[in-house]
């Protein structure tokens, strides 16, 4: 695709409700990021995705949070039983092979738990 | 642990203004850096990456040096716009992939 797409771009839900949200990548982006990003506070990092491999899941803040590449393309980061806590904007990026290169964003969903 | 800091955190200026604004971090051990902008309600844009063994690059009217040694990078607008108003942030690449990110200076500029 032209540029990194994330779907939804807002969701509401209530607290202990399941939530999938979705990010397409960059066509032939093999390196994929997810992020959140609280009101007023700086980029978390979550998991780090190459291919369809996370080496890096250390920023997953608990055990609620998973996330799945699937043909080295799409991902999906699920959270299980929502807290209020989650709410926040959670961004998708990528990067053509994960050396450092240029990150490229998606718009992001903005989560609000009730 | 790598700690990224802006300063300042909003800049007000008016249009047609030179400024520079500030990135700082504590490990010189960095891969790359990158600068971004923020609309709000928006994603990321990427404006400069500067590799590690770089110390400028230039695109347009923005400037971004990168001194590894003292661990900072400023990034500087020149005759800043109106348009150009939105969240500027750095960050730090470590390890190849481990992108870590400042908090932010949100800039005003006023026509």
């Known amino acids: 695709g032209a540029g990194v797409s994330q779907s939804p771009s807002n969701k509401v839900t209530e607290k202990g409700k399941d939530v999938e949200l979705r990010c397409d990548p960059i066509?032939?982006?093999?390196?994929l990021y997810w992020y959140r990003q609280s009101l007023g506070q700086g980029l978390e990092f979550l998991i780090y995705?190459?291919?369809?491999?996370?080496?890096?899941k250390s920023g997953l803040p608990s055990d609620r949070f998973s996330a799945e590449r699937t043909g080295g393309s799409v991902s999906t980061l699920t959270i299980q039983r929502t807290q209020q806590e989650d709410s926040a904007v959670y961004l998708c990026?990528?990067?053509?092979?994960?050396?450092?290169?240029?990150?490229?964003f998606g718009s992001g969903t903005q989560l609000s738990v009730l | 642990k790598q700690e990224v800091t802006q300063i300042p955190a909003a800049l007000s200026v008016p249009e047609g203004e030179n400024l520079v604004l500030n990135c700082s971090f504590t490990?010189?051990?960095?891969?790359?850096l990158q600068w971004f902008r923020q609309d709000p309600g928006k994603g990321l844009t990427s404006l400069l990456l500067?590799?590690?063994?770089?110390r400028e690059q230039t695109s347009g009217r923005l400037n971004a040096s990168l001194d590894k040694s003292s661990g900072r990078s400023t990034l500087y607008i020149a005759a800043s716009q109106p348009g150009d108003s939105a969240t500027y942030l750095c960050?730090?690449?470590?390890?190849?992939?481990?992108?870590?990110f400042g908090t932010g200076t949100r800039l005003k500029v006023l026509a």
């Open positions: 990026a990528s990067s053509l092979g994960g050396s450092g290169e240029k990150l490229f």
């Open positions: 066509s032939g982006h093999t390196a």
């Open positions: 490990d010189s051990a960095i891969y790359n």
């Open positions: 960050a730090v690449i470590e390890g190849t992939y481990k992108y870590i």
């Open positions: 500067i590799q590690s063994s770089q």
């Open positions: 995705f190459q291919g369809n491999s996370a080496p890096d």
